[in-house]
């Protein structure tokens, strides 16, 4: 493997704690590694320079310190660390697969109690297009190609095919006559 990381070891003070959720985040953000308190690593590019360079003026800026370092690891460090790098990124598309069969399964509930509304298909729509964020979101983390990102992007796709489907046959009903007349009666009523 032999590649260049960047180490970036920071200290920051204890308060106010927003600083440190602020770092939390950026290293999550970015797809870093947390390799122990105060020591974050990812593969050298420039993004992760352009990180780094942005993340330490934000940690000196809140009255911490941080210190770059360029390495490269033994293989025995490097294999783990990649293995790590790839763990997170597992867990992070499973969640998105977990997400795209919650999607399904509500869509289900809506299909089985024949509720075929535009609103249900822009609700619909609009949780699809989180979870499409979110998997880009990690495919930008994702520095050592996961396997998981296959099934991830699959799920979304059954998903897109299935509202697909569910859009049509809401398009269908909403122009059947007998429908429009039931939602004028209800309109009405409240």
């Known amino acids: 493997m032999a590649r260049r990381w960047l180490l970036l070891i920071y200290t920051?003070?204890?308060t106010p704690s927003r600083t440190r959720a602020f770092v939390w985040r950026e290293i999550r953000r970015?797809?870093?590694l947390l390799v122990r308190d105060g020591v974050a690593a990812l593969p050298a590019g420039a993004e992760a320079e352009r990180w780094i360079r942005e993340t330490s003026r934000r940690i000196d800026g809140a009255?911490?310190?941080?210190?770059?370092?360029?390495?490269?690891?033994?293989?025995?460090?490097?294999?783990?660390?990649?293995?790590a790098f790839q763990k997170e990124r597992e867990r992070e598309y499973s969640e998105i697969v977990a997400s795209c069969e919650a999607l399904l399964l509500h869509l289900e509930r809506e299909r089985e109690h024949a509720v075929f509304t535009f609103e249900e298909f822009q609700e619909l729509e609009n949780d699809l297009?989180?979870?499409?964020?979110?998997?880009?979101?990690?495919?930008?983390?994702?520095?050592?190609?996961?396997?998981?990102?296959?099934?991830?992007?699959?799920?979304?796709?059954?998903?897109e095919k299935r509202i697909a489907a569910y859009?049509?046959?809401?398009?269908?009903?909403?122009?059947?006559?007998a429908v429009r007349a039931r939602r004028r009666r209800r309109a009405k009523v409240t």
């Open 30 to 32: 970015a797809g870093a």
């Open 129 to 159: 297009e989180k979870i499409r964020r979110w998997y880009a979101m990690a495919r930008s983390r994702d520095h050592f190609s996961t396997s998981t990102a296959k099934r991830a992007a699959s799920a979304i796709s059954d998903c």
């Open 63 to 83: 009255g911490g310190t941080a210190t770059t370092v360029v390495a490269k690891l033994k293989p025995s460090d490097e294999r783990r660390i990649v293995a």
């Open 167 to 177: 859009a049509e046959r809401a398009s269908a009903l909403d122009s059947e006559p």
């Open 12 to 14: 920051v003070p204890t």
